[in-house]
Nanobody
Framework: QVQLVESGGGLVQPGGSLRLSCAAS????????MGWYRQAPGKQRELVAI???????NYADSVKDRFTISRDNAKNTVYLQMNSLKPEDTAVYFC???????????????WGQGTQVTVSS
């Protein structure tokens, strides 16, 4: 069984920064993509940023030039550096991984438990 464990959420003032981490563990053969989604109260879960194994990266328009996603393949870990945070960034942030397990399986989708990010003065 694969687990995704997130860390790094918290309370920050507008204009501040936070760094989220998500480590995937278990019997992993390969990871096709890792990314971050968020869900604010009363809203649908939305993509924040995703990084594909070939290096392609996509960001939501609302976070471009403020957030940076990166990945440490050796540690099966993805990071989200969030700068210039705004109150509208407040949400629960979920890590997502699209991967193959051992013994080799088809691609499967996994979610972390979520970490709260609150931007408020």
């Amino acid at each position: 069984q694969v687990q995704l464990v997130e860390s790094g959420g918290g309370l920050v003032q507008p204009g501040g920064s936070l760094r989220l981490s998500c480590a995937a563990s278990g019997r992993i053969f390969s990871i096709n993509a890792m990314g971050w989604y968020r869900q604010a109260p009363g809203k649908q879960r939305e993509l924040v940023a995703i990084i594909i194994s070939g290096g392609d990266i996509n960001y939501a328009d609302s976070v471009k030039d403020r957030f940076t996603i990166s990945r440490d393949n050796a540690k099966n870990t993805v990071y989200l550096q969030m700068n210039s945070l705004k109150p509208e960034d407040t949400a629960v942030y979920f890590c997502n991984a699209h991967l193959k397990e051992l013994p080799i399986t088809a691609l499967r989708n996994y979610w972390g438990q979520g970490t709260q990010v609150t931007v408020s003065s």
